[in-house]
Every structure is written in structure tokens, then in C-alpha cells.
């Protein structure tokens, strides 16, 4: 991917030279004609097209964003309900994420989202052990977990 961009950029700077013109508005030209020439030798390249990875991360932050305010409702919901009615449990999530930054974005999210909280992660890197303030349905949390944050992190990453 940063060789994709870095090319981008240098076929961005080549219009600059050749149109004779050095303002930012050619430099976006040429980055944006750097893209469609890209796009037609897409097939000498290795890895996915990069502009793609950039639509996954940005519909990743979107996802995370969304995941955030519905928890944040669901804990607002259990702190000001009369009674507390809240089941707390850990329960252990089986990831299939193999990199350790894979692993480390899955958990910060995890974390950062309210309600749950990554407690640990097996040495193998394979397991995530995750404590949530109201657990109605672990396999419910982990089919959740999975087709939401780590789902979107695979798009990212492959």
C-alpha cells in the first residue's frame, strides 16, 4: 500500500513538471489522474488497490462511532434504570486475526467502547478475554464482536 501511494504521488509531481505548473490545484490533478492510471494497471500490483483500504478504514472509524453511541445509550439506559439489573461476565472471544496490530486495534475498540473491557489476551494471541457490565448472551457478544469490529478489521488489513 505505501508503495501505491508514495507512485501516486510521484505521478502527481510528473504532471506538475510536465504542465509546466506548480500550484496545489495541479497537484491534485495529477494525483487525481495518477489515480485513474493506477486503477487501469491495477493488475501489476501485488496487494488491493489502496483507495480501497482507505474506504475500509474510514467506514471502520464510522462503525466504531456508531458501535460508541449505542453502548454509551445502553449504559446510560442500566445506570438510571431504578434497579440494577445488569448481569456482569467475562467470556472469552476466539479471534481469527493473526498480526499483533489486528489484535491491538480489535482490543482498543473493545476497550474504548463502553460496557466491555479487554481484561487479557492469550499468549498465542488468539483468545481475548473480555468482561462486559451486562451480559446477557455471550455467544450473542462474541457473534457481535465478530461480525462488527473484526469483520471491518479484516477489510482493512487483507
Known amino acids: 500500500m505505501a508503495f501505491q501511494i ?8 510528473i504532471w506538475m ?5 506548480y500550484s496545489a490545484l495541479a497537484f491534485f490533478k495529477g494525483y487525481f489522474f495518477g489515480i485513474l492510471v493506477m486503477v487501469a494497471f491495477r493488475r501489476f500490483f501485488d496487494q488491493r488497490f489502496y483507495i480501497l ?10 462503525l466504531f462511532f456508531s458501535e460508541l453511541v449505542k453502548s454509551n445509550i445502553s449504559v446510560i439506559k442500566l445506570v438510571l434504570s431504578p434497579k440494577l439489573t445488569m448481569r456482569p461476565g467475562v467470556f472469552a472471544l476466539e479471534t481469527e486475526l493473526k498480526k499483533d496490530w489486528e489484535i491491538t486495534i480489535l482490543s482498543n475498540l473493545i476497550t474504548l467502547t463502553p460496557g466491555t ?4 489476551v492469550s499468549d498465542d494471541n488468539t483468545i481475548l ?5 451486562d451480559l446477557e448472551d455471550a455467544e450473542q457478544a462474541k ?6 469490529f473484526e469483520k ?7
Open 143 to 148: 457473534w457481535d464482536i465478530k461480525n462488527t
Open 117 to 120: 473491557l479487554v481484561l487479557d
Open 129 to 133: 478475554y473480555i468482561h462486559a457490565i
Open 152 to 158: 471491518a478489521i479484516k477489510e482493512v488489513s487483507r
Open 53 to 62: 483500504n482507505i474506504f475500509a478504514v474510514i467506514s471502520l472509524i464510522f
Open 6 to 13: 508514495l507512485l501516486n504521488f510521484f505521478l502527481a509531481f
Open 17 to 21: 513538471f510536465l504542465s509546466n505548473d
